[in-house]
């Protein structure tokens, strides 16, 4: 199947794809936890340093959404591209 046509159903569906995937792993969750509690660490020690310091704080943490959203959509993509080759090859098989 073509990444192409992937992309473009992924794009489409991102939200309801991520809910499933992400909110329903016991590993993600936890990181989320640890996440959240790290930044409130974070925002008491940020109060005494100023806007600058919560600008730093928010480019780091659009950035590690973005990776996130980029390693989940491409993980899709690949995890569907091989269940098609793994469908295909037995198809194959059947045929012969």
């Known amino acids: 199947m073509e990444k192409e046509v992937v992309r473009s159903y992924y794009v489409q569906h991102e939200s309801e794809l991520e809910d499933v995937c992400l909110m329903n792993d016991p590993g993600y969750q936890e990181r989320e936890q640890e996440l959240k509690k790290a930044v409130a660490e974070l925002e008491t020690l940020l109060k ?49």
């Open 48 to 96: 005494g340093f100023g806007h600058e310091a919560w600008q730093k704080l928010d480019r780091v943490l659009t950035a590690q959404n973005c990776c996130e959203a980029y390693a989940l959509r491409e993980m899709y993509i690949k995890g569907v591209q091989d269940a098609f080759s793994v469908f295909d090859a037995g198809k194959g098989e059947k045929d012969a």
